[in-house]
C-alpha cells in the first residue's frame, strides 16, 4: 500500500501560506524548504530551492526593511492567490529605477502552486508602474 497522502484543504492551505509569509518577514531560510519545494518554478523558469532562497536573500539585501503584507489572499486548492503590498525603502536601483533609499509603496500579484504543502510554481507581477508614479 501506498504511504499516506496528504491532502490539504483550503483552511490549511491558507495557513500554510501566512506561515510561509511568517517565514519570509523572519527571513528564516532554514524553514524555507518546509513550504518550497526542491524543484520550484518562478515565472516559468525552474530556479530549485537554492535559486528561490538566493533571489529572496538579495531582495532582503536591497531593502533591508522589506515585509510582506497579504492584502488578499484567495485559496482554492492547489492555488493560492494573493495580492501583497510594500511599503518599504531599497537602497539603490529596483526594478530599474534609481529608488536610491526613497520610501515606495506597491503591490504584487502573485499566484502560487501548490503540491501537498509546498510551492511548486510562483507567477508574480509587481505594479510597476505604481513605483514609476512615485519618482
Not at 527571513?27 to 515565472?43: A, G, M, R
Not at 538566493?54 to 494573493?82: C, G, K, Q, T, W
Not at 510551492?119 to 505594479?127: A, E, N, R, T, Y
Amino acid at each position: 500500500m501506498d504511504k499516506e497522502i496528504i491532502i490539504v484543504s483550503k483552511a490549511n492551505l491558507s495557513d500554510v501560506y501566512r506561515s510561509y509569509i511568517a517565514c519570509l518577514n523572519q527571513q528564516d531560510w532554514s524553514k524555507l524548504e518546509q513550504f518550497v519545494d526542491n524543484n520550484v518554478y518562478y515565472n516559468n523558469k525552474q530556479i530549485g530551492l537554492s535559486g528561490y532562497r538566493e533571489m529572496l536573500e538579495r531582495d532582503f539585501y536591497e531593502i533591508p526593511d522589506l515585509h510582506f503584507n497579504i492584502e488578499l489572499l484567495v485559496s482554492d486548492r492547489p492555488y493560492i492567490a494573493s495580492r501583497l503590498v510594500f511599503d518599504c525603502s531599497p537602497k539603490e536601483k529596483f526594478f530599474g529605477l534609481d529608488i536610491k533609499g526613497k520610501r515606495v509603496s506597491f503591490c504584487e500579484h502573485v499566484f502560487y502552486e501548490f503540491q501537498k504543502e509546498k510551492i511548486v510554481s510562483v507567477w508574480s507581477i509587481i505594479d510597476k508602474a505604481a513605483l514609476e508614479a512615485q519618482l
